[in-house]
């Protein structure tokens, strides 16, 4: 413990964050040579980068004191009753769902579902998901979440350029869309050459070829439209049509599929999550029959096991079919799982009859304000509406500012306009407060009975979530089970190290976690006025301080929801800086071969070619071939992108160098900021060359990973970039508004769960930080050594280390006894552990980080377990087993199999407690599944109750 620590009561937090104490970490020390942290680190990092001076931090605080401040920031935040509308609305979390399920470590501290028999839990709740999904909006397939419903709709037009048959690059967009959607659009569509083309969809569409037709079901005014005639047009025409929708609305209006929706996009949020101050929450996208394989982000599906028992998995894309490097159609890596499965569990919860009454409520009391209005007097603008109303009225200003007044946020639109949308909190008290605040004269108009606003031709008249699932947990204890099930059927950080290189699973700390869910953070509305917001604008601004700090750079935005999304606003921040000093020539993004696939989908959506670099055979980027490929593209340089440490998980000597070249060139420096564990406190990118950096604050800074998201991926860049960073035309802050435009739907991104990062940060101080990352690298340098002998190691740098990862090459042991690495990863299941990064970025390869959050326990326990799967490798090659008939290749192995009649040339002791008997054993509820079946027979919506029964 450093001498000057501010904490004179109780354990300081990097106490119990950091997984090992002193003593241990001098035994690690000892057994890999040498004699402290800071020998070890300035042996590991070269010395042209390491910064020498302490991050200029907060003294660090306790958790008490930490929880104090955030309730202080909290409270600041002034929560009103928001009648905003525009994609974000108060919603009720059912308790039960809140506490354990959003609020549950077992869900929250989840991977994303690589490993599906360790996954089947979550992999259910998201198969509930995307029946909501299809089912309310009447296609067949959707996927398991994407990010936020702007950059969904963008992923629809980008869908249906692929899928339609006409080759125009012109799009026509209702101009009825919400506003945030129609900036992110406008971001997005100028890199990739698209034409966006507004269109009044009350008239007839315009002339001339188009690809797509994008219409909003209802309308940002609330108006509901009848799209058939529109997208019969469409169709004709070749064209393809989407639609944005409201899941809430679809429980009464006809769906998207039965009006000619070739693609459905919208968001869940209402569905039971809170609206986050803007996010996380899970946009979805759903599309006809055909285009199944064209769907971007992850999809799940069903297949079956190796005992032949019905099993869930990803569909289509062991490896993220979508992110296909240069050919790629869409960079979304990271979505929204947790707030995806929190949806799904709202639908669950409250079944299709609940979901029909909360909408119909909805829908009464916008009634009530459209009568009331209409008595008074009030002009509406929207003819037909679900749960939104535009009125006329003479003063805008005037109208929004009495209903703050009286605790209710309305939507100024313009001048003479005001909008007010309903939602499940909506009372009657509301809507008269509401109605005064409009129009206080009550006398004089003639009673007026406004009975519904849905059109007769779009009542909704066909079923939805007939499944039982949406029938059988209707009680709250047949709710609390049938969550405490799913999550028992998986394993996550509450049960054990999740060694997965490039993915930093550390401690989610309770005392970070807690404050997302308090509703001076939970409750607050995005476009809430400047005033309302003075706790969350503190907490951005200091975040985004401490994070340009640690990073070296001169500015940083948190918008970006995900790393991928990170990665295409630095790279549009590159091109928009040569665009303006005349170079838009500047077209090629170099990519080393071992990146991360986001990398190169992120460079093609940014409207760059991609040019790959060799990696040279210890894994560094080939120097030589980078500076070939800038004289070739010295014109047309615009950008590298490198990863640093570089993703075979060592720190190359050679950045700097790298950077210098690259810069004479005049290329920009893309540092990708995922393996930041290895450097936060050490070195900092902005300093040792990097222009611009994304950072994945679900990895370094303690945002749990959700099972797939959410995720924060905020970009930082130097003060030359600064200008090009993401703005956003509803931006609480006016200065804020213009610019790049935004890569976000909501100004802050995810705000919600910013408090983590800031939690992290502001307990673990300076010194904290430093020693979580020296004793990362520390961790997996003790991994590595321990591992050596028995595993060959694949990359070290000169002095033999590694940096917070390592990587352990299976492939002369597969090709010697055809043990591969699947089977590794699916005998650790037995032995109670999650596999490590599975071939990435080396073919047959796992790469093994173990976070400074592990204590040298597990380690030692994770150890003990790949020696012993050596052995039996090794029992293989000797002629004990086949592979064949391995305990690896029939891993993992189920309770159930134990009772079956048992044939396999092992004992069933050895299957299932390859490491002794363990207290806390976890049993996978499946066995290996087969993924070939599954994607020659498709189905990504809850199979029917018949293909459980055996
Ligand atoms: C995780 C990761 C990304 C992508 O981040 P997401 O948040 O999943 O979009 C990019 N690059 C590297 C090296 C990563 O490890």
Known sequence: MSSNDPTPF???????????????????????????????????????????????????????????????????????????????HPTITPP?????????????????????????GRLEALLNFQTVVGDLTGLPTANASLLDEATAVVEAILLMRRASRSKSPRVLVDADTLPQTLAVIGTRAEAVGLEVELVDLDGPLPEGDFFGLLASYPGCSGEVRDLRPLADDAHGRGAAVAVTCDPLALTLLTPPGEIGADIAVGSTQRLGVPMFYGGPHAAFIAVREGLERHLPGRLVGVSIDASGQPAYRLALQT??????????????????????????????????????????????????????????????????????????????????????????????????????????????????????????????????QVGTGIPAALRRTSAFLEHP???RHRSETAMLRYLRALSDKDYALDRGMIPLGSCTM?????????????????????????????????????????????????????????????????????????????????????????????????????????????????????????????????????????????????????????????????????????????????????????????????????????????????????????????????????????????????????????????AYVRMMGADGLRRATQTAVLGANYLAHRLAPHFPLLYTAENGLVAHECIVDLRPLTAETGVSVDDVAKRLIDHGFHAPTMSFPVPGTLMIEPTESEDLAELDRFVAAMVAIRGEIDAVAAGRWSAEDSPLRHAPHTAACLVEEWTAPYTREEAVFPSGTPAGKYWPPVRRIEQAYGDRNLVCSCPPISDFEN
């Open 319 to 448: 490896r993220e079919q979508h992110i296909r490097r240069d050919k790629a159609t869409s960079n979304i890596c990271t979505a929204q799982v947790l707030l995806a499965i929190t949806a799904g569990m709202y639908a669950v919860y409250h079944g299709p009859d609940g979901l029909r009454r909360i909408a119909g409520q909805v829908h009464a009391r916008t009634a009530e304000i459209a009568s009331e209005l209409e008595v008074r007097g009030v002009r509406r603008v929207n003819r037909h509406f679900f749960d939104t109303v535009v009125v006329e009225v003479a003063d805008a200003v005037a109208v929004v500012a009495r209903a703050r007044a009286a605790g209710i946020l309305l939507r100024p639109v313009d001048a003479t306009h005001v909008g007010i949308t309903c939602s499940e909190i909506t009372t009657a008290e509301h809507v008269a407060t509401v109605v005064d605040a409009v129009e206080p004269r009550t006398d004089g108009g003639v009673m007026v």
């Open 96 to 120: 039960v769902i809140r506490r354990n399920l959003l609020e549950a470590p077992a869900w929250y501290t989840a991977y994303t579902p690589y490993q599906p028999e360790i996954s089947q």
């Open 506 to 758: 550390k401690l989610n700390a309770t005392a970070e976690m807690e404050p997302i869910s308090w509703p001076g953070f939970a409750d607050m509305h995005p476009l809430a006025p400047l005033e309302d917001v003075a706790g969350y604008r503190v907490l951005v601004e200091q975040l985004e301080e401490w994070l340009a700090e640690i990073t070296g750079y001169a500015a940083v935005s948190i918008q970006p929801n995900a790393g991928s999304q990170g990665e295409l606003a630095g790279l549009l921040a590159i091109r928009a800086y040569h665009h303006d000093r005349g170079e838009a020539r500047r077209d090629v993004c170099l990519i080393p071969s071992s990146a991360h696939g986001t990398n190169a989908a992120s460079a093609v959506l940014a409207g760059f070619r991609v040019v790959v670099v060799a990696s040279r055979e210890d894994g560094t980027v080939d120097l030589d071939d980078l500076a070939a490929k800038c004289a070739e593209h010295t014109d047309r340089l615009a950008a590298v992108m490198v990863t640093y440490p570089s993703t075979h998980g060592v720190y190359e000597t050679g950045i700097t160098d790298l950077c210098d070249l690259v810069h004479r060139h005049g290329g920009q420096v893309y540092v990708d900021g995922a393996n930041l564990n290895a450097l936060v406190g050490i070195a900092r990118p902005g300093t040792f060359g990097g222009d611009v950096s994304h950072l994945n604050l679900h990895k370094t800074f303690a945002i749990p990973h959700g099972g797939g998201g959410p995720g924060v991926g905020p970009v930082a860049v130097a003060a030359h970039l600064a200008p090009y960073l993401p703005s956003h035309p509803l931006h609480p802050v006016p200065e804020q508004r213009v610019g790049i435009g935004p890569i976000s739907a909501a100004p802050y991104g995810s705000a919600g769960v910013l408090p983590i990062a800031w």
């Open 469 to 471: 699932v949406f029938h």
């Open 10 to 88: 109780g354990t300081p937090f990097s106490e119990r964050h950091i997984g090992s104490d002193a003593a241990a970490q001098a035994k690690m020390l000892a057994e890999i040579g040498y004699s402290s942290l800071d020998d070890l680190m300035a042996a590991a990092v070269p010395a042209g980068i390491v910064s020498p001076e302490p991050l200029r931090l907060p003294p660090a605080a306790s958790e008490a004191e930490a929880l104090a401040e955030l309730a202080a920031l909290a409270g600041r935040n002034d929560v009103g009753v928001a009648m905003i509308g525009c994609g974000y």
